[in-house]
Structure formats: C-alpha cells, structure tokens
C-alpha cells in the first residue's frame, strides 16, 4: 500500500510539474520568444484604419481603446452613457492625436440597436474589433436566490452572448472582404474553471470562448484572426477592487501583456499570473474534481458574505 501510495504520489507531482512547464512555455512562447523571432506576428498598420471597442468607457475595455491608439488606429467607442464616450473620445483624441467616433447604445437591449451600429460602421474601414462589453453578477449566489432573476438573467445573455455575435456579424464580412482582421472577444476564467453562485455568468463566458474557437477555424483560413481572452481578476469597477496587485493588474498592465498574444493564441488568459492560477485550479481538479468544487464553492460563499454584510453596514 505504501508503495503504491509512493507511486501515486509521484505520478501527480509529476502531472502536475508539466502542466506548470507548459503554462509557463506557452505564456513564454506567446510574449516573448514567437515576437522576439518574429513568429505569426501581426503587423497591426496593415489591418485597416478603425478599431471598435464596445464597453469602453472604463476598465478594460477602455485601455484596449487606448492601446490600439497608440498603435495608430482610429477609434470607436460603443457604450452606455454618451457623457462618458464623450469623455474618454476627448481624451485620447489629444493624448494619440487619432480620431474617434462615438456610439451610445445599451447592449442589454434587444437587436434594434445594432441597425444603428451597423449603419455608422458601414462606411469604416475596420481591422480590429474589441468585444469587451459585459455585465456579471454584484456578488456571488444562488442560481434561485438571485433578486430581480428573471430579467436580470435576460440582461445578462442578452449582453454578454447577443453582443458578440451580433458585432461579429456587423465587422466580418468588411474584415472577409480584405482578408484581413482581428477580432478580440473578452470571456473569462470563470469558464474555465468551476464557477458555481456566478453560474449564469460562467455558462454565457462559456458560450464566448467556444465561438470564438469555432469561427477561428471558419475564417483564418481567410486571414482573419479571433482571439478569446479570458481574464481572472482585474482592478475594474466591475470586480470592485480598487488596487491593483500582482494577480489583480490594472487594465492598462493587463491589455499590455494581452495584446502581445495576438497572433499568437487562439484562447489566452493574457496575464501569466492568471494562467498560473488556472494550473493549480486544474491541478486540484484532476487529484480531486469535488475537493476543487469545493474550494470554489466555499470561497464564493465568503465572497457573498463579505459583500452582503458591507451591503448591511451600507443601509
């Protein structure tokens, strides 16, 4: 029994040693070795002269604007509130020296607001498009116990599934034309690792990692490349955490070590710290699948706590 015991336990260390090798290779190879020799590297000048990104007022989505500036690109802000595309249009209009364009639109609203989207993009010339935008849950709970459920489940798919496919559909045949593009859609860890109490949430992220590989394999063929990223923690107003830290970067650390991807993984936390966060999850998982579920589930069940008791303090 000891030895066997012995045995076992040299063949998960050993699993798990080359899961970390290859997190680390694969994280190695994306941002360093394959841009340094130049390997499938995008030559972003050559895309075209706009970028769009939706949910892009803040966070994320807002440093994807402004990385893309950088680079050169014309930029469209799509997002909620008119008084902040303004805002941020401004900004980086005289921090880039590019133009902007401004789109407001409530992507939990159903498809009458994307003829007005396809219409002001129609005469662009688009090489990237940036799906940022999204909504999750203000705290863990239960599939059953989630207040206002019903629509705010709608909300929910509504705008992180309907928007994807509906700007996919809207840039693509432009991008199809030239043959030409990148597409970059945000999903996230919660669907790749257990994820109960933000279940909704996950199984939507799901949808938008699977579609994203599976209209990679249709197009890429025609010199478009879609990427999924898919973050854990960043220091967003969404995640409510102010400060950022080594595994919670700030947006602009985050989309800096995203963008050297491109090119170069179909499907990529982006962030190392993130990939090694989803190794150790994984290597849980394959010792024991109820022990990982566990430990997610229970930490959910603190986050919710928390989140609820500051609500209590609050009121």
């Not at 340094?36 to 990104?53: H, M």
């Amino acid at each position: 029994m000891d030895s066997f015991m012995h045995k076992l336990g040299i063949v998960c260390t050993a699993v798990v040693g080359i899961k970390l090798f290859r997190v680390i290779f694969d994280f190695l190879y994306e941002t360093i070795i394959a841009p340094t020799l130049q390997l499938q590297c995008i030559e972003w000048n050559n895309l075209g002269k706009w970028a769009v990104v939706t949910g892009s007022t803040d966070g994320i989505g807002k440093a994807y604007a402004e990385s893309l500036a950088k680079k050169g690109f014309n930029i469209v802000l799509i997002s909620r509130t008119q008084s902040k595309l303004e805002s941020v249009a401004t900004e980086i209009k005289g921090r880039y020296k590019v133009e902007t364009k401004t789109i407001a639109a409530d992507f939990t609203q159903p498809e009458s607001i994307y003829h007005e989207i396809d219409k002001q993009l129609a005469p662009l010339e688009i090489g990237v498009l940036v799906n940022n935008v999204g909504m999750s849950y203000s705290y863990p709970e239960y599939f059953l116990d989630t207040p206002n459920a019903d629509e705010f489940y709608k909300n929910l798919i509504t705008c992180n599934i309907f928007s994807v496919t509906k700007m996919c559909k809207i840039v693509l045949p432009g991008m199809l034309d030239r043959k030409r593009g990148v597409i970059i859609n945000i999903g996230s860890t919660a669907s790749l690792i257990p994820n109960p109490m933000l279940t909704i949430y996950a199984a939507t992220k799901a949808y938008v990692q699977k579609f994203s590989a599976d209209l990679n394999t249709e197009y890429r063929k025609d010199g478009i490349v879609i990427q999924c990223v898919c973050p854990g923690y960043v220091a967003t107003n969404m995640t409510k955490i102010r400060n950022s830290t080594w595994m919670a970067p700030s947006p602009n650390d985050f989309v800096e070590s995203a963008l050297r991807t491109v090119g170069m993984a179909e499907l990529t936390t982006g962030y190392f710290p993130h990939s090694l966060m989803n190794t150790i999850i994984h290597s849980l998982d394959f010792i024991s699948t109820r022990f990982s579920k566990w430990i997610i589930l229970k930490t959910m069940h603190n986050i919710r706590k928390r989140a609820l008791k500051k609500a209590t303090q609050g009121s």
